[in-house]
């Protein structure tokens, strides 16, 4: 696992402002739903095989119930009755 970046050390400008970096990875973890990860990303499985994907955003699946895991595949949404 990467160690986290400490981002209160290095260099300041002038006025005490940090120089331009690049934004941080977001992801959004949504409600009963998936985790949105900002892509593209690899994907670290259990047993050590990475998988890349290339998507601009992917959806890591949260609940468990997904036939593609750790992908979501909307298994997570409540089944409508006709
Ligand atoms: S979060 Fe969507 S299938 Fe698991």
Partial sequence: MPEPVDRTEGPRDGAGRRPAEPPLPRATSIAGGP?????PVEIVLPD???R?????????CACRRSLRFPLCDTSH?????S
Avoid at 52 to 59: E, F, I, M, N, Y
């Fill in 48 to 50: 050590g095989e990475v």
């Fill in 35 to 39: 985790v949105l990860i900002e892509g």
């Fill in 52 to 60: 890349v994907c290339d998507r601009p955003v992917v959806a890591l």
């Fill in 77 to 81: 949404r409540p089944r409508v009755r």
